[in-house]
Structures are given as structure tokens and as C-alpha cells.
């Protein structure tokens, strides 16, 4: 038996047991589903009080404020379950079955994934709190954000909203079209995106230019203001070219009192051509409620030294005397040197840098609005001008005021006119974090065409959010919220029109690795705490809450409050000016001069005599001696500032993302229905022409009689040689066409079901067509959609009556913004996956994954492809019908998203089993016990197809 290293990492999650989420019901549950929960709600947003304050007016507005804004509210249906930290458990079971170690079981960690309390009935959807998941959802960001007020009870419950909008209104710039490439060229048709999410977003959007973004935002920015705790911020990051616009529609929404910081982010440098180029994006940050703003102070060092000599320009030598960093370098001719790294002068000469602060405040106060005497010169704070002193100024007969603490601290400096507060650089040696962020540059490994650089995203949740709160992006790109979000400990949802972006932003959440921070509320982190702050462990009870926060980094903080109200040193006065008065006195007998303290020259004479020169001696040495004393109690009491953003890890333990669910719209979010169950046509809506259109399914039918449907091989096309209207709920049309060869073939019936313009048909709706189709008498359903849902992949017959599943191409409904894409087949078979079942000597089971048919939406053909075009495939190996648990992940593209932690866990997990996660086979696996596995692929399009097998 090979024993285990005792340094070995274990692998752990975070976990928000203090959380709860609604149950909703999973794609699998949608058709026992009651009618009424099924229904998209209609939720009404109430528009501002246009007589409040200015505001911004573009086309359209009017009309839109005539009445509240309306936002249909879909259910959401969870398509997957993920647990990174049971692939992970996978691997290291794997790892030791090779090291031929003692088979530990590994508790199934989706046993109980959603904690529905025991005897609760799983299909009362929106009755139940379940243990909380983080949550992944494909479709139109406002619909969401409604669902999730409206159906799940979230209204008021979210922190942080972080929204990262396109910074413009081009097509091309915005959406990346594959996960294998983030290079999008403006121009180029092959870079479109096609998929039917994002066709909707950019012509619901920009069709009438930067009229509709800023509708698009503010409707969006209405419904966020709904989701906002009293305590809540949003982020809004966006660029010059807009940020102006934004700027006025947050006024409006969230109202100007509520605006916070305009944060600038430093993006590149340099200039190129006539005008000096941009090189800062902006972050527009806005409360729910300013005066009920959660907000944590963030600190940040100096970027280099020579904005230490901008700011602390004066130096305290080890004499105690008081010079500047211009005077020392024009003393010793070395400017360049001190003013670019002044920090010498405190590592190899031992002086102190400190700067002069104000040492006044406005308003009156008794024993601050006075003259101040201060080595032998009086002092007005400004009386006239109503200002008094920061501290207290009036000494009384059981204390010394904090005004003479400072004094006798040598924590004043006089100026050209007035006292001013001497700070050190070494009180803390920090900076509070500005609006101006600079040092950040773009996004480091970038996976996504415009993804944010993660210290950006980190920096706004830390300045607003604590562990366990929860955060919500409206527009995931490749997951950077999610990520960082995942990383500090707080809850999120993420949400997209792009199943590109969310298949690269699974792909990355499922394989991170993040830092163990040590809990507070957890034995480790007491231990730690007592160990940081000099005090005995805590004894209370822990339960690993993580809304307790982190055990934090901190700095000590020196500010003048810290002396003022230091007592001690009134006692160590007293103390030393016993000893150095009598010696003052005997050094002015000696030299006949009347010196006060402060006049007490450092350098000698040589004429004085020589008791004079020794009792000089013995009052320096006493009095730095005091000095000492003096500092040593300050810094025994000196605040201290907790870094937030400095926690401290465990580097016993690695840490993988919590579970989280992916997620979609009902088929009904994007159904052109109106109230008479009419489909609403938005095909060829323009900015400027208002004429009458042409029907979405007129056109498809069109469209269908011309083209015909192209199968998987080129011979099996179908061509009709008649379509006409048909009255069915489902099926809209009769086809008809002939099987076989022209003499002796047969004429076959076709049920023609067109799925929604802009959505995907899920199995219930094939169902539904497939069994209508069969009360018609039809021969076949031919169903036409733009994209089928996983779980319709194995759907493919229903009795009697086989189901055609074509994909249409995008073109059909992108025809104004495609004029030149060139002739290709509308109406595609999209195949499904190839998939063997290999079973293993032991009696397990293996998979293998032989291909894809590939739909090419730029030519409109279907490729046989490999493993080559997968992106990623998942297995749940044990299939209960009622979710699917991504068991076993594998990813075959370009992009290894676990090689973190791969670095992190080489000792725990042998490279065999790492290089399995990069195979179209499967690791072995025991036979299910529901006798069922699926297979999920998707390809690098971000289209997802699904099997499912019975296993004996």
C-alpha cells in the first residue's frame, strides 16, 4: 500500500447553509407542471415621476412613459446540476484505485444537492426553500431579473449587481460566435453570431440605434433597482462613448442622490493619430439607498515610491529634528535619487518621512474653538472664519488636553502660519483606494472577446459586499462575476443570451481553483484570530457560517485621534519631565541661557564647558529615551484597519467552486404571441419603415416550399411538391412529398411544426406536435426550429409517426443584417451524438464519444464530425429522470480549464487521471442504479445534445 504524503492538499467547497432558494422545477419536471405555473407573468414596473428631476429624452420615451413598463416573467427551468468538487472527487478515487489504496467510498454529493425538506412533495414548484446553488441562466437578462423577483421572492434580497453592457450599438464588436475563437472581425458574416438569443437581444436593441440601447438599459437598469437590498450597489461599467448618457438614465432611475464615486479604470497608453486617445474605461457605481449604502474601505499600496515623495515630503532625522527631502537633496546633490526613492532614507538612515495635515475643523466647539499655545507662540484655528481645532485644546487639572498630548508626542509642525498634524509614513503606510484606478490593464488568459480583467470585478464587490451576499450580472460574457464572486465567498447568478458565453463560463467556473480562506466562525479561524490579536482563543460554539466573514490581514493605523486620547501620556510626561526638567535647569545655570525645551539646541559648542557639555548629553539621551516611550505606547494602541481584500488562506486545503445549477427560460420567453394566441411579427421591423410585414411562419413556409429539408446525406433531401395552410394548434402546415424514386416511390404526408422565432422547442413541444400530427393522419413531423433543447435529441418517433428534427438557418430571421451570406440549405437534420457503451471486465461501464453531426450555420450544412467539433461532454452515470448531474465532466477544445489546478493538486491526483479529462472516453463507472445514464455534448457553438441509455 502506498502511503500518503502528510502535506498532501485536500480538496474542499465553501458552503451557504444560512441560504435558501425557491424550488423550481427542472427541464424534466416542466410537463407535469401546473397550466397557471407554466404561464410567463406579467410584471409591471412603475416609470419615474417625470417632474422629480431632469432627465435624458430620446426617441420613443414618450410613449413609453404613458404608461409602467411591462416585463413578461417566465419560469426558469434547471437544465444541469454541477458540483466541481465531486469531479474532482472522481479524479483522486481514480488516483488511488492506480495506487491500489483501500477503496474508500466517496459520499455522493448530490445525494442531497437540494435539500427539499423530507416529506415535501418535489413537484410544488415556488412553495419550498432548498439549499442554495449558485445558478448559471441562458436567456434575456430582463426576463430573468423579473422571474427571479416575481416567482422566486427575490425582490430586495441583492446586494451587488455588477452590469458590464455593450459600450456601443455595433452587431459585430459585441458577441462572440464560437468558444474555439474570441477574434471577432467587424465586417465579416462568417463572425456573426447566429445564435437566436442574441439575434433578439441586437434587434430588439439597436434597431433604432442609441434610441434603443438606452431604452434597453434603462428597462434593464428599472428591474435591477427592484432585485437591490436597502443596502444595495450597482456597477454599471461602460466607455467613453456612452458614459455620459448612462450617466443621466441612472440619474433618473436611481435618482442623483443616490450616485456614488465615477470610478476611472486605466485600460492602455499612448496616443495614436490627431487626438489624444482615451485610455480609461468608466464604472458608473449607484445605491439603492445612499444613506443605507453597505461600503467597506479598501486600501492599496503606493505605486512606487515617487508618489511617497510627492505626498510625505518632509523627513524626521534619528536627531529628532525636522528637515525636508528637497533639502537633503540639495545638500547632497543626488535629487533624482531621493525623489524617485525616498524610502532609503528610512531603510539605511533610520529617519521618518511624515507630512503635515490640517489641523483644524469647522464649527464651534467649547474646548476646541480657542487660542492654542505651542512652543511659546499662539495659535488661532481660524476663530473668525468659525473653525476650531481638530482635538481638544484646554488642559484640565485630571488631564491634558489632546491638542498638548500631540505636542508632547512631536506630533505637531509648524508651518508657514499655522500647526498642522504630523502624520508618518510609517503610521500605516497604506493609501485609501481613489476613483482613479490605474494598474489593472486588460483581462490576463482571455477566453472571451470582451472579458474584464477579474481585479476590476474583485475591487467593486469588495467595496460593497460581505461573504454570503449575493451578487447578480446581468451579462455573465465569460463568467469574470461568477468567478470572483465564487473566489470572496459570495452567492451569485449569472445570466446570458449567449450559450457561447455560458458554455466557456462553465467550463472556467468548473475547473478554478481558489485559495481556502479561513472562516471566522470556524475553529481554525478562531486560532488564527487569537494568534493575530494577541488574545486567547475564542470558546464559543462554530458551525463554519461563512456570513461570519474571513480572519483578515491587518495594518496597524496611527491617526491623530489615537494620540490625542492616549492617556498614557500624560504619565509618561509626568515621568520623564521629572528627570528632565533638573537637568534643563542645571544645563541654562551652566550656559547662562533661559532655553525652553524646544530650544534646546541638538549640536554643541565647542566653547561650552565641560559639565555643560555632559549635562547636554544626559537631557538628549533622556529625552529621545521618553520619545521612545511616548512611540511605544502609541503603537501599543494604534488602530488597526482590516484588509478585506487580504484574508488568510489555508495552504493545507485547495479550493473548488460550490455547486451551481445551469439554467433557461421557459420556450414561452420568446413565443410572438399576442392576447388572441397570434403570432406578433417582428421580422423586418425597421428604424425608419413602418410597412406592412411579412408573418414569421408565412415566411418559413416560403421559405420551406423552395428549399426543401436537407437530411444528413445529401440524396435524403426532401423537396415538396405542395404546402399548404393546415388548422392545427401545433402544426401549421401540410406537406407533401415523394419517397423513393419518382415512378415507383410514394407520396408521404408531413405535419410541418414551426418552433419560435427567437427560442428553443423543448421536448414537450415535439411531443405534443408528434401526437397531433398522428390525429391528422400524417405519415411524418417535420419540425423546424432554430435550436431544440438537449433533452429532444433522443426524441425521434412517437408511435407510428417519426420526428424530424431541422434546424433552420439563422439567416431566415437575420435576412436585413445577412444580405450576403450566399445560398445555403435552410432547413437541416441535426444528427445526434454517436455514442458507444463499453463494458468493462469488472462489470463497469465506459463511454465513448465518436462524433457530432456539426450544424455549419454559415453554410448551412451538416458536418460529420469527430470529437474534434465537441467542445466539452458531461455523463450523468446514474439518471433518475428528474435531473441531470454533470458526474463526469470532459473537455476536448483548445482551452484546459483546469490547469490551475492541476499545478495545485499534482501530488493528490497522477497525471492518467488528469489526461482523462481531455478524452472522448470516459473514465469507468458503476452501472446505475436507475438502470439509466445521459450523455450530454455540446459543441463549440454552444448547441447542447442529449441521449439517454438503459443500462440492464
Known amino acids: 500500500m502506498t502511503k500518503r504524503h502528510p502535506g498532501f492538499k485536500t480538496v474542499e467547497t465553501l458552503k451557504h447553509e444560512d441560504a435558501t432558494r425557491k424550488n423550481i422545477p427542472t427541464v424534466e419536471y416542466q410537463s407535469v407542471m401546473q397550466k397557471n405555473e407554466q404561464d410567463p407573468i406579467r410584471v409591471a414596473y412603475e416609470r419615474r415621476n417625470r417632474d422629480l428631476d431632469p432627465q435624458l429624452v430620446w426617441r420613443g420615451k414618450d410613449e413609453q412613459d404613458w404608461s409602467d413598463l411591462v416585463v413578461q416573467a417566465p419560469p426558469l427551468y434547471i437544465q444541469e446540476k454541477v458540483h466541481p468538487k465531486a469531479l474532482i472527487n472522481d479524479l483522486l478515487r481514480a488516483t488511488k484505485e492506480r495506487e491500489h489504496e483501500a477503496g474508500t467510498l466517496t459520499p455522493d454529493l448530490f445525494a442531497d444537492f437540494n435539500g427539499i425538506p423530507k416529506g415535501a412533495d418535489k413537484t410544488e414548484f415556488y412553495q419550498h ?18 422571474s427571479l423577483a416575481e416567482r422566486e421572492g427575490l425582490r430586495g434580497k441583492v446586494q451587488c449587481i455588477y452590469f458590464d453592457p455593450p459600450y456601443g450599438i455595433t452587431f459585430n464588436s459585441n458577441f462572440q460566435w464560437s468558444t474555439t475563437s474570441k477574434k471577432v472581425d467587424d465586417g465579416r458574416i462568417d463572425h456573426i453570431t447566429r445564435e437566436p438569443e442574441q439575434v433578439k437581444a441586437f434587434r430588439d436593441t439597436w434597431r433604432d440605434g442609441i434610441h434603443s440601447y438606452l431604452t434597453y438599459l434603462r428597462d434593464r437598469l428599472t428591474v435591477a433597482r427592484d432585485l437591490l437590498t436597502e443596502s444595495g450597489s450597482i456597477f454599471v461599467q461602460i466607455g467613453d462613448e456612452n458614459v455620459h448618457r448612462i450617466r443621466a438614465v441612472m440619474d433618473e432611475v436611481f435618482g442623483p442622490n443616490n450616485a456614488g464615486d465615477l470610478l476611472l479604470v486605466k485600460k492602455k497608453g499612448g496616443q495614436k493619430g490627431r487626438f489624444p486617445e482615451a485610455v480609461n474605461d468608466y464604472i458608473l457605481w449607484f445605491f439603492k439607498s445612499k444613506q443605507n449604502a453597505k461600503t467597506k474601505q479598501l486600501y492599496e499600496e503606493f505605486l512606487d515610491e515617487s508618489e511617497i515623495a510627492r505626498d510625505f515630503r518632509f523627513v524626521r532625522l534619528p536627531s529628532g529634528q525636522d528637515t525636508s527631502i528637497a533639502e537633503i537633496a540639495r545638500l547632497e546633490g543626488n535629487a533624482s535619487l531621493l525623489k524617485t526613492k525616498p524610502l532609503l532614507l528610512q531603510r539605511e538612515r533610520g529617519c521618518s518621512l511624515f507630512k503635515s495635515e490640517n489641523s483644524t475643523s469647522g464649527g464651534y466647539r467649547k474646548n476646541q474653538s480657542i487660542i492654542f499655545d505651542y512652543q511659546g507662540r499662539l495659535f488661532d484655528p481660524g476663530l473668525k472664519k468659525g473653525n476650531c481645532w481638530k482635538h481638544t485644546a484646554v488642559d484640565t487639572d485630571v488631564e491634558l488636553s489632546g491638542m498638548r498630548r500631540l505636542a508632547i508626542a512631536n506630533r505637531l509642525y509648524i508651518g508657514k502660519n499655522q500647526i498642522g498634524l504630523v502624520r508618518h509614513f510609517s503610521d500605516f503606510g497604506l493609501q485609501p483606494i481613489s476613483n482613479w484606478w490605474d494598474g489593472f490593464g486588460g483581462a490576463p488568459d482571455q477566453v472571451y472577446v470582451v472579458q474584464t480583467n477579474e481585479r476590476i470585478v474583485e475591487r467593486c464587490l469588495l467595496l460593497a459586499t460581505d461573504p454570503g451576499d449575493l451578487v447578480i450580472d446581468p451579462t455573465c460574457g465569460s463568467g469574470t462575476t461568477a468567478t470572483v464572486a465564487e473566489q470572496w465567498g459570495r452567492r451569485w447568478i449569472t445570466i446570458d443570451t449567449s ?11 468548473m475547473g478554478a481553483r481558489y485559495p481556502f480562506f479561513i472562516l471566522a466562525d470556524s475553529r481554525e479561524g478562531q486560532l488564527k484570530e487569537a494568534g493575530v490579536s494577541s488574545t486567547a482563543p475564542s470558546s464559543q460554539p462554530v458551525r463554519g457560517n461563512i456570513r461570519h466573514g474571513f480572519v483578515y490581514q491587518r495594518r496597524a493605523h496611527i491617526t491623530s485621534a489615537v494620540v490625542a486620547n492616549n492617556a498614557e501620556i500624560d504619565v509618561i510626561w509626568n515621568k520623564w519631565q521629572a528627570i528632565l526638567e533638573p537637568l534643563r535647569e542645571k544645563l541654562n545655570t551652566a550656559l547662562k541661557k533661559q532655553w525652553q525645551e524646544w530650544e534646546i539646541p541638538r549640536a554643541t559648542d565647542k566653547a561650552w564647558p565641560g559639565p555643560a557639555l555632559s549635562l547636554h548629553g544626559d537631557w538628549w539621551q533622556q529625552r529621545i529615551a521618553r520619545q521612545k516611550e511616548i512611540d511605544a505606547s502609541i ?11 487580504k484574508p488568510y488562506p489555508d495552504n493545507k486545503k485547495v479550493r ?11 420556450p414561452h420567453r420568446m413565443l410572438g404571441v399576442d392576447e388572441n394566441d397570434e403570432l406578433i411579427d417582428t421580422l423586418k421591423q425597421d428604424s425608419a419603415d413602418y410597412s406592412a410585414k ?3 411562419p408565412q415566411m418559413i413556409l416560403e421559405n420551406l416550399k423552395t428549399a426543401g429539408v436537407q437530411q444528413a446525406h445529401k440524396e435524403d433531401k426532401i423537396t415538396f411538391t405542395a404546402l399548404a395552410p393546415w388548422p392545427g394548434y401545433l402544426v401549421c402546415a401540410e406537406g407533401r412529398y415523394q419517397e423513393g424514386d419518382a415512378e415507383s416511390g410514394s407520396e408521404k404526408r408531413a405535419a410541418i411544426f414551426i418552433g419560435p422565432e427567437y427560442g428553443t422547442v423543448q421536448r414537450a413541444d415535439l411531443v405534443s406536435a408528434a401526437r397531433e400530427a398522428g390525429d391528422g393522419g400524417f405519415d411524418v413531423l417535420i419540425a423546424c426550429a432554430f435550436n431544440y433543447e438537449a ?8 408511435g407510428r409517426i417519426p420526428v424530424l428534427k431541422a434546424r433552420m438557418n439563422a439567416d431566415l ?3 436585413e443584417d445577412l444580405k450576403n451570406t450566399g445560398k445555403g440549405n435552410l432547413f437541416v437534420i441535426f444528427g445526434e451524438p454517436d455514442i458507444t457503451l463499453l463494458p468493462e471486465k469488472d462489470g463497469r461501464l465506459r463511454v465513448k464519444v465518436n462524433g457530432v453531426d456539426v450544424f455549419k450555420p454559415q453554410t448551412g450544412e451538416v458536418i460529420s464530425h469527430g470529437a474534434d467539433g465537441i467542445a466539452c461532454w458531461f455523463v450523468d452515470t446514474d439518471y433518475n429522470e428528474e435531473s441531470f448531474f454533470v458526474r463526469h465532466a470532459y473537455f476536448l477544445g483548445a482551452n484546459d480549464p483546469y490547469s490551475a489546478l492541476k499545478m495545485t493538486l499534482k501530488a493528490e491526483i497522477d497525471p492518467e487521471a488528469w489526461a482523462t479529462l481531455n478524452s472522448d472516453t470516459s473514465r469507468p463507472f458503476d452501472k446505475p442504479k436507475s438502470g439509466r445514464i445521459a450523455v450530454k455534448v455540446i459543441n463549440h457553438l454552444g448547441d447542447e445534445v442529449m441521449k439517454v441509455f438503459r443500462v440492464n
Open 129 to 146: 426553500d432548498q439549499n442554495w446553488s449558485n445558478r448559471m441562466i441562458l436567456g434575456d437578462s430582463l426576463q430573468v431579473m423579473a
Open 813 to 815: 430571421h437575420m435576412a
Open 791 to 798: 433533452h429532444a435529441t433522443e426524441f425521434s418517433k412517437l
Open 499 to 509: 450559450r457561447v458565453a455560458l458554455a466557456l463560463a462553465r467550463a472556467r467556473i
Open 694 to 696: 411579412q408573418s414569421f
Open 656 to 666: 473548488v467552486a460550490g455547486p451551481f445549477t445551469v439554467e433557461s427560460l421557459s
Open 635 to 645: 503603537a501599543a494602541k494604534a488602530d488597526h484597519e482590516y484588509l478585506y481584500d
